[in-house]
């Protein structure tokens, strides 16, 4: 998920609820937004542009992990396939992650990327800030290395 800007929805527990960890792809906008997500599971997540003190006190930037075998990578701003925003674009092609997960922009993506052989995913925007006129959310089991089952959860304004 991303992109909530301290919107909370109580649909957010249906949809996470058979989920191991919540990732969320910055501007989560306020702590108890991250708190309440870390009350449904363990929330893996990076602060974005519009996040304040607190949540760049608990978030980094940039975060990159091992999700069942696969190098996973996640920050807010990251731009797409042939297009990468250049705070990351050195880290992507000097060591290219299997997943490469990034928001701001509010708009669902979901693009494999030929050059780098990594799986760029946006997941849009979960909260009701922006001009989208859908808010979304996107996820997948992860096993052994592959991701497969993806699903795009649409929220209607």
């Given at each position: 998920?991303?992109?909530?800007?301290?919107?909370?929805?109580?649909?957010?527990?249906?949809?996470?609820?058979?989920?191991?960890?919540?990732?969320?792809?910055?501007?989560?906008?306020?702590?108890?937004?991250?708190?309440?997500?870390q009350k449904l599971c363990p929330l893996r997540a990076v602060c974005g542009n519009c996040d304040g003190g607190d949540l760049r006190r608990l978030?980094?930037?940039?975060?990159?992990?091992?999700?069942?075998?696969?190098?996973?990578?996640?920050?807010?701003?990251?731009?797409?396939?042939?297009?990468?925003?250049?705070?990351?674009?050195?880290?992507?092609?000097?060591?290219?992650?299997?997943?490469?997960?990034?928001?701001?922009?509010?708009?669902?993506?979901?693009?494999?990327?030929?050059?780098?052989?990594?799986?760029?995913?946006?997941?849009?925007?979960?909260?009701?800030?922006?001009?989208?006129?859908?808010?979304?959310?996107?996820?997948?089991?992860?096993?052994?290395?592959?991701?497969?089952?993806?699903?795009?959860?649409?929220?209607?304004?």
């Open positions: 998920m991303s992109d909530t800007h301290s919107w909370w929805d109580d649909r957010y527990v249906q949809y996470f609820e058979e989920c191991d960890e919540i990732w969320h792809a910055g501007d989560i906008g306020s702590l108890d937004v991250a708190m309440r997500l978030f980094p930037e940039v975060l990159r992990w091992d999700c069942e075998g696969a190098d996973v990578l996640m920050t807010h701003i990251g731009g797409y396939p042939g297009h990468y925003d250049l705070s990351i674009r050195q880290q992507l092609y000097a060591r290219p992650p299997k997943l490469f997960i990034s928001g701001h922009s509010h708009i669902l993506k979901v693009q494999f990327d030929k050059t780098l052989g990594l799986l760029h995913i946006n997941p849009g925007a979960a909260g009701m800030q922006g001009w989208q006129q859908v808010r979304t959310l996107v996820r997948f089991t992860a096993d052994k290395g592959e991701f497969s089952d993806l699903e795009v959860i649409e929220i209607p304004r």
